[in-house]
Nanobody, 122 residues
Framework: VQLKESGGAVVQAGGSLRLSCVASGSISSSNAMGWYRQAPGKQRELVAAITSGGLTKYADSVKGRFTISRDNGKKMVSLQMSSLKYEDTAVYYC?????????????????WGLGTQVTVSS
């Protein structure tokens, strides 16, 4: 499975941006896709995830500002980011896994994209 992100850009604080990711190759119809991010000098963190059934998970820091969605037919996941803050600056990685289950279904991904840079200017 290959994941290709798009949509990274430089945006002013308070602005909006939409990231998209398309999966190619064989992925199970039962899967989870999502986004991680990594800022300079910081650990990689989960931003948001969504299962093929529509269950979602968000980091507390982005709740109410970011919305994750997906198109199962196109094997695509998107992240709509609004009210962007300087601290949202990071490389954003698309992730995917097959057969998510359990209370921590949003952890442990098998497939990672190369990342797309989001820079929020203050």
């Amino acid at each position: 499975v290959q994941l290709k992100e798009s949509g990274g850009a430089v945006v002013q604080a308070g602005g909006s941006l939409r990231l998209s990711c398309v999966a190619s190759g064989s992925i199970s119809s039962s899967n989870a896709m999502g986004w991680y991010r990594q800022a300079p000098g910081k650990q990689r963190e989960l931003v948001a995830a969504i299962t093929s059934g529509g269950l979602t998970k968000y980091a507390d820091s982005v709740k109410g500002r970011f919305t994750i969605s997906r198109d199962n037919g196109k094997k695509m996941v998107s992240l709509q980011m609004s009210s962007l803050k300087y601290e949202d600056t990071a490389v954003y990685y698309c992730v995917a896994k097959n057969f998510p289950f359990g209370s921590r279904w949003f952890e442990g991904y098998d497939y990672w994209g190369l990342g797309t840079q989001v820079t929020v200017s203050s």
